[in-house]
């Protein structure tokens, strides 16, 4: 696909959960594509390179830490993680610094309902989690897809409707 052509997909939906010390966003994709796919497209390395926020130093389907990269145009920060548990092809966790993850995909009729768990700290942060992350999975979509966009991360972001998506999932969220 044309990169300058890509558009995000309209907001999904998500709700919160509370947790101690923070809150959890649930967020839910319906994926046009096979559990193992998507666990691929979750887990290697080459893969997350395309469409994550972040690099990672390894492959994250095993238990174990890790190191996930932050990138943001030319800096980058490295963080550390743990994966908790990793149940192919149907259940990832790990940390992320401070934040947990938790990755469910089910298998469904037209592919794989995904449902991540993003816990964080700061509730206030929710929506612009949202935002980050539904820029991601739409652009994880066009890889499996085989379209790929290449990845969007950190400020570009902005050029490609994250402010809209922020701004919706923060009304959505609200509403609760």
Excluded: N
């Amino acid at each position: 696909m044309d990169r300058d052509a890509f558009r995000p997909s309209p907001p999904g939906e998500v709700y919160t959960e509370h947790a101690d010390g923070g809150a959890t966003l649930v967020f839910v994709r319906d994926l046009r594509h096979p559990p193992a796919a998507v666990w691929a497209a979750l887990t290697d390395p080459a893969q997350l390179a395309q469409w994550a926020p972040f690099l990672v130093d390894r492959d994250l389907g095993s238990p174990g830490a890790a190191v996930l990269t932050l990138v943001d145009g030319g800096t980058s920060v490295e963080q550390t993680a743990e994966v908790r548990r990793a149940e192919p092809p149907h259940l990832l966790e790990y940390t992320w610094g401070d934040d947990l993850l938790r990755w469910e995909l089910t298998p469904s009729d037209s592919g794989t309902r995904l449902t991540l768990r993003h816990t964080v700290a700061d509730r206030g942060a929710l929506p612009m989690v949202a935002a980050g992350w539904h820029l991601c999975l739409d652009v994880a979509d066009r890889l499996l897809d085989g379209d790929p966009v290449g990845p969007i991360r950190g400020a570009e972001a902005k050029d490609f409707g994250w402010p809209a998506l922020r701004d919706g999932y923060a009304d959505q969220l609200e509403a609760e």
